[in-house]
């Protein structure tokens, strides 16, 4: 990916891993053999990726424990086979 992104950041475009922080934590889906998709670790230390830069996307009114629910049910539903990392 680091070679594909060298060429197509002349074209202003890439391939990227994305993720949200919110808490204190970075909340990320990606690929996984089984289980959930959807996993965490601290901000900008992902070890499958390197980092870039942040964008700011504002603070949550919403609690720490009401955000762990809400993740929570989402990785139920986002299961890691279902990643593809062209949609």
């Known amino acids: 990916?680091?070679?594909?992104?060298?060429?197509?950041s002349h074209l202003r475009t890439g391939a990227y891993h994305t993720a949200v922080e919110v808490h204190g934590k970075e909340w990320s889906y990606g690929y996984a053999?089984?289980?959930s998709g959807v996993f965490c670790c601290p901000p900008?230390?992902?070890d499958a990726h390197t980092y870039l830069y942040s964008l700011p996307m504002?603070?949550?009114q919403l609690l720490e424990q009401t955000v762990l629910a809400?993740?929570?049910?989402m990785a139920k539903?986002?299961?890691?086979?279902?990643?593809d990392i062209l949609r």
């Open 70 to 73: 809400l993740i929570g049910r």
């Open 44 to 46: 900008k230390e992902c």
């Open 58 to 60: 504002g603070h949550t």
């Open 77 to 83: 539903e986002w299961q890691g086979g279902d990643y």
């Open 33 to 35: 053999d089984k289980g």
């Open 1 to 8: 990916v680091c070679k594909v992104n060298r060429f197509l």
